[in-house]
């Protein structure tokens, strides 16, 4: 599962809309929505916000992650 995907699934799960999330992130759904559709790259430090506003604990994604095949 790619990044994206963990992120989109936990804020599903979460019952977090788009719009929703973006206000968390002082962001505009449209961003968020480039952000999910993986047009729009995101630094350590808007990943790590990501996460927190969606209940993601982060180094539970980097292990996940680091277990994908390369």
Same mark, same amino acid.
């Given at each position: 599962?790619?990044?994206?995907?963990?992120?989109?699934?936990? @804020? &599903?799960?979460?019952?977090?809309?788009?719009?929703?999330? %973006?206000?968390?992130? =002082? *962001?505009?759904?449209?961003? $968020?929505?480039?952000?999910?559709?993986?047009? @729009? &790259?995101?630094?350590?430090?808007?990943?790590?916000?990501? %996460?927190?506003?969606? =209940? *993601?604990?982060?180094?539970? $994604?980097?292990?996940?992650?680091?277990?994908?095949? &390369?």
């Amino acid at each position: 599962m790619r990044l994206v995907e963990l992120l989109v699934e936990a @804020r &599903r799960k979460a019952g977090i809309t788009q719009t929703d999330l %973006a206000a968390r992130l =002082g *962001l505009v759904q449209s961003v $968020v929505s480039l952000i999910e559709r993986g047009g @729009r &790259r995101i630094d350590l430090v808007e990943l790590m916000e990501f %996460a927190d506003a969606v =209940g *993601l604990d982060i180094h539970g $994604v980097i292990d996940e992650l680091r277990q994908l095949p &390369r």
